[in-house]
């Protein structure tokens, strides 16, 4: 069974830097896409970025574009989300999810309903 864990969250200043990580183990498939997503309290989940691990391709919301940076290290089952210039509204839990069998690499798409594994994840705060 895939599993997940996430982390690098913490507490950080607005305009600061985090780096978050998701490693994973337990591969049952050749595709996949990983996506980070985020939950502030009294909101729904929303995703953040995106990325279909063999093509490298890549999405992000709105929100964040320019902001954060997904990237991928296939060697070692691990995608990054590097978050720059942070807000205060970028205070959440972040949580990894993954696709097992996407073969659609040309595509990466941040809706909930298309990820089948989850990982705890990790509280980001920006705050002064």
């Known amino acids: 069974q895939l599993q997940l864990v996430e982390s690098g969250g913490g507490l950080v200043q607005p305009g600061g830097s985090l780096r978050l990580s998701c490693t994973a183990s337990?591969?049952?498939?050749?595709?996949?896409?990983i996506g980070w997503f985020r939950q502030a309290p009294g909101k729904e989940r929303e995703g953040v970025s995106c990325?279909?691990?063999?093509?490298?391709?890549?999405n992000y919301a709105d929100s964040v574009k320019g902001r954060f940076t997904i990237s991928r290290d296939n060697a070692n089952s691990t995608v990054h989300l590097q978050m720059n210039s942070l807000k205060p509204e970028d205070t959440a839990v972040y949580y990894c999810?993954?696709?097992?069998?996407?073969?659609?690499?040309?595509?990466?798409?941040?809706?909930?309903?298309?990820?089948?594994?989850w990982g705890q994840g990790t509280q980001v705060t920006v705050s002064s």
């Open positions: 337990g591969f049952t498939s050749d595709y996949y896409m």
């Open positions: 990325i279909s691990t063999n093509s490298g391709r890549t």
């Open positions: 999810a993954v696709r097992s069998g996407w073969r659609i690499q040309s595509m990466c798409i941040m809706a909930r309903s298309l990820f089948d594994s």
